[in-house]
């Protein structure tokens, strides 16, 4: 089953998944709001950036965009995660188009900042959590550095900071249970980011925690 599955089906299946079953889902129990849905770009490549503190976060980002789109956006997700048993790597593959990032054992052929640079160069988007993982407590914890090092070698794609409100309230980490809370979608401008890596860094750590704290009137 897993050999025979070619891009067109899991295409398929992954926007029937969203179609029929995650934007109901997400709009039934947590009415996700969304505010700057117009910055998103039109074109691919570009980097997604966002807090991170539920599995609701990736679902509800790709949410966003139309479904002929789904198999350009690539959620960059931890290997050892997603891909620890065939079933759970297929279904992560299949449904969520997620790109695997190796967190241990690195190899120049699975290196996380090859991997990404090269998924950029094939005009695919990339959504990416600069934590490195989910935090806990509503606190958004420092971004790690492999972003940096990511935009050293693809200077020119654009970044897009988004801020996510109360997903780790209704779906905390180590949680399998949705709890029903009015959640947000906060998207920035995209902006082309230049400079040290210490630089960079701060300047995305910023770009979000300046999206938690704006007063965004709500529609």
Request: aromatic fraction near 6%; hydrophobic fraction near 45%; proline fraction near 8%.
């Amino acid at each position: 089953m897993f050999a025979t599955s070619t891009p067109k089906l899991r295409h398929l299946a992954q926007m029937l998944l969203f179609l029929l079953v995650i934007r109901p889902l997400l709009g039934l129990l947590i009415g996700v709001r969304v505010h700057g849905r117009g910055n998103l770009p039109a074109r691919d490549p570009f980097i997604l950036i966002a807090n991170h503190s539920s599995h609701l976060d990736t679902v509800s980002l790709l949410s966003l965009f139309p479904l002929s789109r789904l198999r350009r956006i690539r959620p960059c997700a931890a290997a050892d995660t997603f891909e620890r048993t065939p079933l759970i790597a297929f279904l992560s593959r299949t449904f969520f188009n997620i790109l695997p990032i190796a967190r241990r054992n690195i190899t120049p052929e699975n290196h996380p900042v090859r991997r990404m640079r090269k998924a950029l160069e094939r005009g695919e988007s990339l959504l990416l959590y600069p934590e490195g993982t989910r935090g806990t407590g509503g606190v958004m914890g420092e971004f790690k550095t492999g972003i940096a090092h990511l935009l050293e070698e693809t200077p020119d794609v654009p970044v897009v900071p988004a801020y996510l409100v109360n997903m780790g309230r209704s779906l905390p980490k180590g949680e399998f249970l949705i709890v029903p809370f009015i959640c947000e979608i906060r998207i920035g401008t995209p902006r082309v980011v230049r400079g040290s890596r210490r630089e960079l860094v701060e300047a995305l750590e910023r770009a979000v925690l300046e999206l938690k704290d704006l007063a965004w009137p709500h529609q």
